[in-house]
């Protein structure tokens, strides 16, 4: 394993309040990414970072935005979450070279 | 036409059966791709990656690759009810290695 860790494991919040998810990894990987996986659509990439503060939008970044201060740590935050955002929020890393990623175990997000 | 696609099952194959798994891609520069297990409220856990075209093998698993085609399969041998999962294609895009995913295959194989 990569030794990336995901927290919350399981949230439950209120439509309009902000959320943070974090992911750390101890691997030192450059690249970090932020997926949400929903039935009927699969993983879909929302952030990724290619290094410290380095980071661009994924295909469905409306509502969210990310921050990168340390190699190990990348937040996503939920500006203001909606019910469309209940999903399952998965972080991943790979090392230079190697497409391959490694996922974190997931963080569970009711948005009520 | 979605960038990645596969058959969403399910496939229910008998043990010991060949499992065959199928996906399609629409980027033509497309350099890798992937394989990836989900067992039902797990994490995706990667079980192979192809980059050129023909068969790679490890274990009981064969991935192939027509980039003329564009399209990737995954073979699995003397399936087990272990192997029960959905199976995700992952192909990379663009210069910093991003992967688009297929929505998967859900594989059941019956004792």
């Known amino acids: 394993d990569a030794g990336i860790t995901q927290s919350p494991r399981h949230k439950v919040t209120e439509t309009g309040t902000p959320v943070t998810l974090r992911c750390h990894q101890t691997?030192?990987?450059?690249?970090m990414y932020w997926y949400r996986q929903d039935p009927g659509h699969g993983l879909r990439l929302i952030h990724y970072?290619?290094?410290?503060?380095?980071?661009d939008k994924g295909e469905v970044s409306d509502g969210y935005s990310v921050s990168r201060s340390k190699t190990e740590d990348f937040l996503l935050t939920l500006e203001s979450a909606t019910s469309s955002q209940t999903s399952v929020y998965f972080c991943?890393?790979?090392?230079?070279?190697?497409?391959?990623?490694?996922f974190g175990s997931g963080t569970r997000l009711t948005v009520v | 036409q979605k960038e990645v696609e596969q058959n969403s099952g399910p496939l229910s194959v008998p043990e010991g059966a060949i499992a065959s798994l199928n996906c399609t891609y629409s980027?033509?520069?497309?350099?890798?791709f992937f394989w990836y297990r989900q067992y039902s409220g797990k994490s995706p856990e990667l079980i192979m990656f192809?980059?050129?075209?023909g068969d790679k093998e490890d274990g009981r698993f064969t991935a192939q690759l027509n980039k003329a085609s564009q399209y990737v399969s995954l073979l699995i041998r003397d399936s087990q009810p272990s192997d029960s999962a959905t199976y995700l294609c992952?192909?990379?895009?663009?210069?910093?290695?991003?992967?688009?995913f297929g929505k998967g295959t859900k594989l059941s194989v019956k004792p």
């Open positions: 991943a890393t790979r090392p230079d070279g190697n497409y391959g990623y490694t």
């Open positions: 691997e030192n990987h450059r690249y």
């Open positions: 970072s290619y290094g410290v503060k380095d980071t």
């Open positions: 980027d033509r520069g497309s350099q890798s």
């Open positions: 192809i980059y050129s075209n």
């Open positions: 992952a192909v990379n895009r663009g210069s910093q290695g991003n992967l688009i």
